[in-house]
């Protein structure tokens, strides 16, 4: 079993919708979550990050925590062209790494 | 240009030689990390430092991988009788502490192996 799991998609949303991308994880100790973005040919950069169950919205993202089932999802409101990029799922060790998953590949097509 | 620097952008080398890459991390972080990334997958951990001490190297890496921070500022990653399989993008990373985990990449070193 993989530490971070995620669907490599790829995910096709019309321009508009919302799109939802989904992450498991393997160790129940963790306790931080992040996600970063990546465009084609760039380096990845951290969109948000969430910590405690729940919902944290920022603009028209929002990461939701659910620790009991190991699973966390970002939601993007209001999809745009713009955000058409591989999405990868991150999960902070007790060691202190940062372990990623393979990355969900959104398009937005308008 | 204050953000993470890494050298070469690209190499291309024969199988069975040797290479190394630097990164200059951003100057006031003192958490570096370096990280391999090949087509359509995540970036997988090598190795990380906390300034000069390098804290945790993956268990999956060959021993043919070295990766030194000796004053706890720029950091090199060497690989040695590099094989095919070693193609991909190396990814350095720094940051001023994991809490927030805030990873700030460099633009990568891209190496292939003939």
């Known amino acids: 079993q993989k530490e971070v799991e995620q669907n490599s998609g790829p995910l096709s949303v019309p321009e508009g919708a919302i799109a939802s991308l989904n992450c498991t994880y393997s160790?129940?100790?963790?306790?931080?979550f992040f996600w970063y973005r990546q465009y084609s040919g760039k380096s990845p950069e951290l969109i948000m990050f969430?910590?405690?169950?729940g919902d944290k919205e920022d603009g028209r993202f929002t990461a939701q925590l659910n620790k009991a089932s190991q699973y966390v999802s970002l939601l993007i409101r209001d999809s745009q062209p713009s955000d058409s990029a591989t999405y990868l799922c991150?999960?902070?060790?007790?060691?202190?790494?940062?372990?990623f998953g393979q990355g969900t590949t959104l398009q937005v097509k308008p | 240009d204050t953000g993470v620097s890494q050298n070469p952008r690209h190499k291309i080398t024969k199988r069975g030689q040797n290479v190394t890459f630097r990164c200059d991390p951003i100057?006031?972080?003192?958490?570096l990390y370096w990280y391999r990334q090949t087509l359509g997958q995540g970036p997988e951990f090598l190795t990380y430092?906390?300034?000069?001490?390098?804290?945790?190297k993956s268990r999956l890496l060959s021993d043919r991988f070295s990766a030194e921070r000796p004053k706890g500022s720029f950091s090199t990653l060497e690989i040695q009788r590099t094989e095919q399989g070693d193609s991909a993008m190396y990814l350095c990373?720094?940051?001023?502490?994991?809490?927030?985990?805030?990873?700030?990449f460099g633009e990568g070193s891209r190496l292939t192996v003939l």
């Open positions: 990373a720094s940051s001023l502490n994991l809490v927030a985990g805030e990873l700030f």
């Open positions: 160790d129940r100790g963790s306790q931080s």
């Open positions: 969430i910590y405690s169950n």
């Open positions: 991150a999960v902070a060790s007790n060691t202190g790494k940062l372990i």
């Open positions: 100057s006031e972080h003192n958490r």
């Open positions: 430092f906390q300034n000069e001490a390098q804290l945790e």
